[in-house]
């Protein structure tokens, strides 16, 4: 199950995988239901068209037959490529969702009465019931959605998150919520479940992640009233084309109008843009975050502020050690040495930094064979240590609980270090050695913030995009604005609490401004909800995550800084897309218009630049054209086009650059082509 999960994750599909192309077909076909494709309006008018135009055809004459055919069949995979191009963009969301479903396996759950009636009543997890307690022991699946009521125990969420290092969970704390389907490593806790069957977490997030209520973004309606916009115009030039050729004594079938108004119309868009949408989502998906609708995922595209916490984007989500201080007659050496035995069942992220920190700095090397017996660390405990060979015994971890395991008091020297350790907002940890002297504290391992390398970077990457940014963090004014300038944010918030965060946002909210922030615990949950855009750490409390609607499953709150590149992303697919398609239709009207009324107006052979040879063929290319170009662009709209931080003007000139030339010249050489093609296969 695990292996299913992190292989989603690690490893993409491509694009155009087999596994993702049969179902879509089937698919494009189901979606030509006119109830699914009155949601697209101009896919919408086109299957109107389509329809029109093959009713049509059977009344034409026999000379015209062929002809007429081919038009209304090409009209009709331009409806379904347009249809395909969806289907293959929720077909790789879905891909996600079957990997969060293999999550769901039954499993068999200890129910117990009370916290202090123990009897074990052994049921499947298919029948547990909201509030029901859960006794979940080392080794065991956790039956349900809930939260720890008693006990504390490392739990693997790595088949939600696809990351293998496992996450404490304890009662009373932020950090009191577990999933269904993830497993406890050590120790044992009690679970109060939270949803009935069918309403859990999971549940709730393959349903988002399939995206059966996607909303449509205001942005995007604003692109579909434009696009109807233009829809109109261009038919109303269609409708008065009969009477101009009627003075001209030229005879316009209706398959032809039809075939010429679809590709007037921004068929290239609208016919993907439902998929650009999908897609924005899925290029989340595939970073294991899920949006609730399409809204939170296009206003992080337009987000000016970031609001981000401190531990964990700015520094590393675990303090890493930095520092390793004897005390009394210790050397460092002896120090490192009995620091490194104790830290080696030390499983924890903080524990293995120790490990790094001393074979970094050469400063001890262990040898397995002088271990009779290791101490695994324990979240209970709080301490790890080993049992050596020559009767020593090595402790190492936080400084009350060793202390009170080696029996001995705090000396000055080593309150004073502690103190000054904890003044400067890092944490103490404790080493001591059991010897034929008895037992002693060698000295005290300092853990630290340490900004992660390259986020000063990514924070310039973001000042060019126009986003300011804010550090949010607990810590001292002192502390704060030392991590702020090393980091390189904007601004900074210290001895944050809930009330300030969301006065925070709100003041940036009145400026105009739109405001997106991640946070994990219930005290976000305001701020979260206020947020244009609120990313909520799956790890965290059930309020957090009502509140936001982004998840991130892995919990990692760098996250929010991928998010704003995809929301931008997807702005600029979707301009870009815009772009090409609107010129598509200036040039298609140019290229096509001329070439049927060059007979009757001989003036307009200087507008037929490319010589099209017959209008029947000139109508056909276009159509043709039309169709083959959704399928073409069909990657670009699923992979999204490149996003480089720049200003508006440089965007804009990049738009019309490349996609509005491109725009202008492909129709002329690939209606050329397909008219050179079809007249030489004698299709007209």
Known sequence: MNAT?????????????AELIRPAILEAFTKLDPRHLFRNPVMFMTAVVAAVSTLAS????????????????????????????EALAEGRGKARADALRAAQSETEAQVIASLTDRKIQKVSSRSLRKNDLVLVEAGQLIPGDGEVVEGIASVDESAITGESAPVIRESGSDRSNVTGGTRVVSDQIVVRIGADPGESFLDRMIALVEGAQRQ??????????????????FLLVVATLPAWASYAKITLSVPLLAALLVTLIPTTIGGLLSAIGIAGMDRLVKRNVVAKSGRAVEAAGDVDTLLIDKTGTITFGNRRATHLIPVGDATREQLAEAALYASLADETPEGKSIVELIRTQKLAEADAAQIARYIEFSASTRLSGADLHDGAAVRK???????????????????????????GGGTPLAVSRQGPNGKTILGIIALSDVVKPGIKARFDELRQMGIRTVMIT????????AIAAEAGVDDYLAEATPENKLELIRKAQADGRLVAMCGDGSNDAPALAQADVGVAMNSGTSAAREAANLIDLDSDPTKLIDVVLVGKQMLISRGSLTTFSIANDVAKYF?????????AYPALQALNIMQLQTPGSAVLSAVIFNALIIVALIPLALRGVDYKPAGASQLLARNLGIYGLGGIVAPFIGIKLIDLAINALGFV
């Open 591 to 599: 290229a096509i218009v001329p070439a049927m009324f060059v007979t």
């Open 216 to 233: 449509k973004t205001p942005n995007e309606i604003a692109l579909t009233v434009l696009l109807i916009g233009l829809s109109m115009i």
């Open 58 to 85: 059977f009344n034409s004459a026999a000379g015209a037959l062929g002809l007429n055919l081919q038009i209304a069949l090409w009209l009709w995979f331009t409806v379904i490529f347009a249809n395909f191009a």
């Open 5 to 17: 999960v992190t292989e989603t994750k690690s490893k993409d599909a491509p694009l155009l995988s």
């Open 397 to 423: 971890g936080a400084v009350d609980t060793v202390l009170r395991d080696s029996g001995v008091s705090a000396d000055a020297e080593t309150t004073r270090i502690v103190e000054k350790i904890a003044r």
């Open 474 to 481: 607990g810590d001292n004014p002192l502390t704060a604005a």
